[in-house]
């Protein structure tokens, strides 16, 4: 097992947001889902390695994604965060909350 901490490659997690819009029309309702990309995830193996020890993956992690997505914008957490000499969003970084339960864990519960 200690071999798996010499692994080099990572889990990459692409994040999206749905939007969904219904519309009414004379033939009937329409659905239109459309998936909108954020950003991007990535977690180096050994991380998810150790963390199977413990039976779960949580905290918040950053997104690598763009500047600007149309459609969204910074949530304001206090007047003074990120102010600085680039401007008001200067140092902000989109972020995911995760918290997932990992099989090895599970597994060594259920006695697999």
Known sequence: MCNLLKVAESLHLTVFDTKTSESGS?????????????????????????????????????ID??????????????????????GKDAGRKSAIVLYVVTFYYIAHILGY
């Open 65 to 86: 994604a763009p500047p600007h997505i149309i459609g969204y914008s910074h949530a304001h957490a206090s007047a003074k965060a990120g102010k600085g000499k680039e």
């Open 26 to 62: 004379s033939d009937g309702r329409v659905r239109k889902v459309e998936k909108r990309w954020l950003g991007s995830v990535q977690f180096p193996f050994t991380t998810l390695y150790t963390a199977a020890a413990k039976g779960r993956i949580d905290g918040v992690f950053a």
